[in-house]
């Protein structure tokens, strides 16, 4: 799941908005990480692995390396 990737720093999943809004351990600023990809195509398992390749891609981009 999202949440068991970004551990600490998860804040919260906002599914319907699309967006993953995490925010530091230390809770200074909130960021917009990744897009929950989401369509009518996408049942719930998938939809949820490809937020977790957006959070794990977005992760990766913060600390300088490339993940397909």
């Given at each position: 799941a999202v949440q068991d990737i970004l551990g600490d720093q998860h804040d919260t999943v906002v599914r319907r908005?699309?967006?993953v809004r995490l925010s530091t351990r230390a809770g200074a600023?909130?960021?917009?990480?990744?897009r929950w990809h989401r369509s009518e195509q996408l049942d719930g398992?998938?939809?949820e692995r490809a937020g977790e390749r957006a959070v794990?891609?977005?992760?990766?981009r913060r600390?300088?390396?490339?993940?397909?």
């Open positions: 908005g699309t967006l600023d909130a960021f917009v990480l990744g398992a998938r939809a794990r891609r977005a992760l990766a600390r300088g390396v490339w993940m397909s």
